[in-house]
């Protein structure tokens, strides 16, 4: 299953992020409701005008683009394909 989130099906998630070598934040795990899922494998990660992403394997073996609002804090999924 593939599944696309546009703005208005927006995923917001609590995250566990540790500090990169930049001293940025690094997603380590995040929240889907009560379910703790573990960022397994870090594939790519990219800037954005106001966001940065991640393009991570969680540890139910999903794939997700993770997205970090910086002026905000908040985090939120952005893709999801299913393992």
Known sequence: MKLGMGADSRVIV????SLGH????VP???FL???????AE??????GRDHRYFKVRGSDGGLY?????MPSGAWEIT???QG
Not at 14 to 17: A, I, S, V
Not at 42 to 47: A, G, S, T
């Open 14 to 17: 609590r995250m566990q992020c």
């Open 22 to 25: 930049r001293g940025e934040e």
């Open 28 to 30: 380590c795990a995040f």
């Open 33 to 39: 409701g009560d379910r703790r899922i573990e960022v």
């Open 42 to 47: 870090i594939f790519d990660r990219w800037p």
């Open 65 to 69: 683009i993770l997205r970090h609002d």
């Open 79 to 81: 893709l999801f394909e």
